[in-house]
Every structure is written in C-alpha cells, then in structure tokens.
C-alpha cells in the first residue's frame, strides 16, 4: 500500500458561499437569508449528549392508611400510585427496525468524488447536513461532490479546514441529506471495543473492521503537535481517508486523517493514518464561521398578508422573471388577479415573515408542495426551489477567483467559549 504524504499544501482554497447583495432581493427573501446565518452545528459531542435516556424513577408501594376508630369524617381514599416513566430508547443505539447497527451507520457516511473518480469518504452531520471529511485527500477542493447512501450525489464546497488536524468540512449546493451520525462518548481506545471503519467499493461505502492501539503525539500540518491522536492497528487505503471510525453503537470516535510519526535520531518522520479524535472534531466545529451554512433557498415572489372571507395567508404581488415561483406559474399583481399563499408543505402561512421561515426549512433543489387559492378556487402547487441569481453568481465567482489559503488567515483551532 503506498504511504500517504504529510499534509503542507497551501493550496485549498476556501469555497464557502457569499452572502448575495441584499439590496438586489425581494423584502421577504431578505428576512429569509438573515435567518439563514444561523450558528453553525457546535460538536458531534454536544449532539450524543442530547440523546442521553433519562433513567426511569423507581416506583413505590402505597402505604395503607392507618386504622382510626369512628372517623367524623370519612378519610379521603388514596391516589394511587403513578407507574413509573419507560425509559426512553436511545435511537442512535438502536437500529430502526429491520436494519443493523451498522447498516443504520452507512446511511451517514458518503463517498466524494471528482468527475466520477474517488477522492475519500465522509460522513454527514446529524441534524446538519454538511459533511465532515479529511483535508488532505481534496486537493483544489473544488469540482467535488458527494455520493449518498441511495446513489444520489449532490455537488458540495469548501466551507472550512484545519490544516493541523487534517479536518475539512463540505457544504451541499443542493438539498439536505436526512441521516447524519453523531459522536461516542466512551474511550475507543479499550480491550471490548469492537469499530468500524468504511472503504469505498463500486462507489459505494461499505463497512471494515479496524483497531485502535493507543492515544499517541504526532505531528500534523505545518509541523504541529496533534496531542491525543489516536494510533490506528488496520490499514487504510488513501482514498478511505476522511472515513469516520464508529463504535457499537453507530456513534464516531474518530475522523481518519493524513499525518507524520516523529522518528529517533533527528530522522524524517514517517507519513501515517491516524484519527482525529472527537476533542479535535469539537473544536474544529466550534471554529466554522456563520458564512459556511448551505445556500438559502429562494421562491422569488414578493408578497403582503391577506386575511380575507375564505382565505388567509399571503398575497403574491410581484413574481420575478424566471424564478421557481414563475416556473409554477403562481400569479401577482393586484387583489382580483393574485395569488395567496396558504400553507407551505402543509404549514400554514399567514405574513412574509412566516412564509420565509417556511421557505427557510427547505433545501435548494427540493420540490415543496404549496397550497394556494386563486381565481375563486383552491389548488396544490409544486414549486422546485434554487438558489436565488445573486447568490448563484457570488458563488462561481468565489469558486473562480479565490485565493489559496494562507496558515494566518485560518481559525484558531481553540475556539473562544461560548457566550452565556
């Protein structure tokens, strides 16, 4: 097996996607892109935590009343006692029904890709949709794309990297993968242990057993000490690098990366595989600037409420030109001639604000049901959302144009605690 190189390029680029001019959008596809900024997705670790079961109370027995002779009044009889509460299932430790532990896992890992080609493997963040990955297998870092579970791929860039920890995030231009993974609590490094790793076959990800020796210092990107990496016992191939390594649970305890074994005797030190553990994911989370979020999507219309005898929701009053809305042939202009809005995919719309919050939950390049009333009579509508054509345009510029990236211009790896 060839061994990888030690990771020293300066040539990623950062492909995260620029915010669109606001003054160029419609009122109430401003509001919906400022609520798009949102905090990026903080740890896998802080994610586990929110599917710890709480422990079921212990129940007691009832004390009977005790004997009085010829009561006044006759003693309220006693409530029973209330069952104690199930225990909650933790659904990251049980398999849906029908599929394994490990089965359930491949539905969060991807393979990436560069025209057709294997580049490293990657897995999708719970609840997030953006993909955790491996820096040093990505080269350029653009032209790439992701293929899921269901062999659909989505075309994904450059958020942000961490040239040290060899860790990269991918962001989707399209849609939003459901199924993600999150992060083990528990010490991989222990004699039970049993994990897994993931090989791409046929463009597919399949699942590999690996081993973990020890927690040991090696040396990362731009020479640093990566204190606490975790000395993988299996063999990796270079294009399995960004692979997470999962416990029995499904849970990730590590990201594989690219690094360097220091030698005795002043010796060049020797290219290795190893796993960033989740310490590392966390603070590299934590560092994401609010830019690398997906693209917002965009329906292109303007509109105010209405509140009317047999509709309420929100009155179309500009469709712009060639636009998901103009594709689906919604109608604007004025009360007698207009579409309103009532509902999007099945949530009810009563203001702009709320129609862009509805917007907002939807991904680019996914069709979304409205339910509109028009021309005296109700009707469905499929609208196909995409990214509005500033935002589109600042994207390919930025892909285009950007400069390499510089080790002065990249986060700090510790990121500064959170506010209160």
Not at 86 to 113: C, H, M, N, T, Y
Not at 137 to 161: I, W
Not at 198 to 221: E, N, Y
Not at 367 to 377: A, D, S, Y
Request: with cysteine; net charge positive.
């Amino acid at each position: 097996m060839p061994q990888p190189r030690v990771l020293t390029s300066n040539s990623i680029s950062d492909g995260a996607t620029r915010r669109p001019d606001a003054s160029a959008t419609p009122r109430g596809t401003v509001n919906e892109r400022r609520r798009s900024v949102v905090r990026p997705f903080t740890a896998l670790v802080a994610i586990a935590a929110l599917f710890a079961a709480a422990p079921a109370l212990a129940q007691g027995k009832p004390t009977p009343p005790k004997t009085q002779p010829a009561p006044a009044k006759p003693a309220a009889p006693a409530a029973p006692a209330k069952a104690a509460p199930a225990k909650k299932a933790d659904p990251a430790a049980k398999a849906d029904k029908g599929q394994s532990i490990e089965e359930k896992s491949l539905r969060g890992v991807v393979a990436i890709e560069r025209a057709g080609q294997p580049v490293g493997m990657g897995a999708v963040l719970a609840a997030d949709g953006r993909v955790l990955t491996a820096l040093s297998p990505l080269g350029a870092g653009n032209d790439l794309e992701v293929k899921y579970a269901d062999g659909t791929s989505a075309r994904v860039r450059l958020g942000h990297h961490d040239r040290v920890w060899d860790l990269a995030l991918l962001v989707p231009q399209t849609g939003k993968w459901a199924d993600g993974l999150t992060a083990s609590s528990r010490d991989p490094v222990r004699e039970d242990a049993t994990l897994r790793s993931f090989t791409a076959s046929k463009g597919k990800p399949v699942a590999a057993a690996m081993s973990l020796r020890s927690h040991k210092t090696l040396i990362g990107g731009d020479d640093k000490a990566l204190d606490n990496a975790l000395e993988l016992g299996s063999r990796v191939a270079p294009s399995d690098l960004g692979s997470p390594i999962i416990d029995e649970e499904g849970r990730v305890v590590a990201i594989i990366g690219r690094g360097c074994a220091p030698n005795a005797d002043g010796k060049p030190c020797t290219p290795v595989a190893f796993g960033a553990p989740t310490t590392a994911i966390r603070n590299f989370l934590r560092s994401v600037p609010t830019t690398a979020v997906a693209p917002s999507a965009w329906l292109g219309i303007q509109g105010v409420a209405e509140t009317g005898a047999v509709a309420k929701g929100v009155r179309i009053t500009v469709v712009h030109p060639e636009s998901p809305a103009d594709e689906a042939q919604l109608k604007g202009g004025d009360k007698a001639s207009s579409d309103v809005i009532l509902a999007v995919g099945g949530t009810p719309v009563t203001s702009p604000e709320t129609l862009a919050d509805a917007i907002r939950t939807h991904a680019v390049g996914e069709k979304v049901p409205l339910m509109v009333f028009g021309q005296g009579r109700y009707r469905q509508v499929t609208v196909l959302l995409r990214v509005a054509p500033e935002a589109r345009a600042a994207g390919e510029k930025s892909e285009k144009s950007a400069p390499s990236a510089h080790p002065a211009e990249l986060p700090p790896l510790e990121a500064p605690a959170p506010k209160k």
